[in-house]
Structures are given as C-alpha cells and as structure tokens.
C-alpha cells in the first residue's frame, strides 16, 4: 500500500491567557513534532485585539506544515495540543491558552459535521490574513487584506 501523499497545510495560532507568546512559540514546535507532519514555515508573531469576543489581547500566528495526516487526523492532533495547553471551552468565543485552527489543507474543499475546509472565516479575521500573508501571499489578495484592514493587529 502506498504511502498517503504529503500535503500543504496552513494552521493559525493564537491565545490570550497565560504567557500567550511562549504558548505559541512552544505550539510551533508541537506542530513540527506531531507524527507524518513537519513545520515549513511560521509567521512572524502579531498582537491582535478579541474579535467577537472579549479578554486580553491575542497574540497570533499562521504556520505552513507538510503532512501526511488526512485532514480529519490533523484536526485531531491540533484538538490534543490545544487540550494539552489547558484549552477549556467554556462558551462561544471564550478566551483561550491556546487555540489551533485549521485554516487550509492542500486544495480539499470539506464541509461536515466536524470540519469545514478552507476555514470559514478565515477571510474575516487580520488576525488571520496577515500572518499567513507573511509566508504564502499568493493565498492573500490585498482585497481580502482591505476588508480586514480596520482590525487592530500589529507586529511583534
């Protein structure tokens, strides 16, 4: 049998509670541990204001990964990372130690109960697009980017 293909995926980070930087730097290199996957690349870190939420700022990240993991196998790693990190989910939007957000997985176009690919929302969020425009800008149009361009995030 032969081996799954490896494919291109993109993952955001973020969280506000805790040391959120060292949270994320330290989910950086969990990603590049987690089995059949290896990390390629990662944003740089930005601070970015609660959206649809309340709480601390967020400190955020997008990081390219080779894998291969199916996308519902990656979900669960990032699910165990996050469980890992102290993530509760006490409601909606809640802040977080650590949130993994699977935002692209090669071109796989999913819709399911459990995960929908791309990620809905990613082209509502700064916090998302930017970051990733960091490492694949050829994924980021600058009108995706004007449409964000009123969120509050900035560079670390």
Do not use: K
């Not at 969280?15 to 740089?44: C, F, H, I, M, Y």
């Not at 692209?104 to 990620?119: A, I, M």
């Not at 969020?125 to 149009?141: N, Y």
């Amino acid at each position: 049998m032969a081996a799954p293909a490896e494919l291109t995926a993109y993952v955001a980070l973020g969280a506000n509670l805790g040391d959120a930087q060292a949270t994320v730097r330290q989910a950086l290199q969990d990603l590049d541990a987690l089995p059949q996957t290896r990390l390629v690349r990662a944003s740089p870190l930005y601070c970015s204001a609660p959206v649809e939420a309340s709480g601390p700022d967020y400190i955020n990240a997008v990081a390219e990964l080779r894998t291969r993991l199916s996308a519902h196998e990656l979900l669960t790693q990032l699910q165990r990372l996050e469980q890992q990190a102290g993530r509760e989910r006490p409601w909606r939007n809640a802040p977080r130690t650590l949130d993994l957000d699977l935002l692209l997985y090669g071109e796989l176009r999913l819709h399911d109960p459990v995960l929908t690919l791309p990620h809905p929302r990613m082209g509502e969020r700064a916090f998302v697009l930017r970051p990733l425009a960091d490492i694949a800008p050829a994924l980021v149009s600058p009108q995706q980017l004007e449409r964000v361009a009123r969120q509050t995030i900035r560079r670390l």
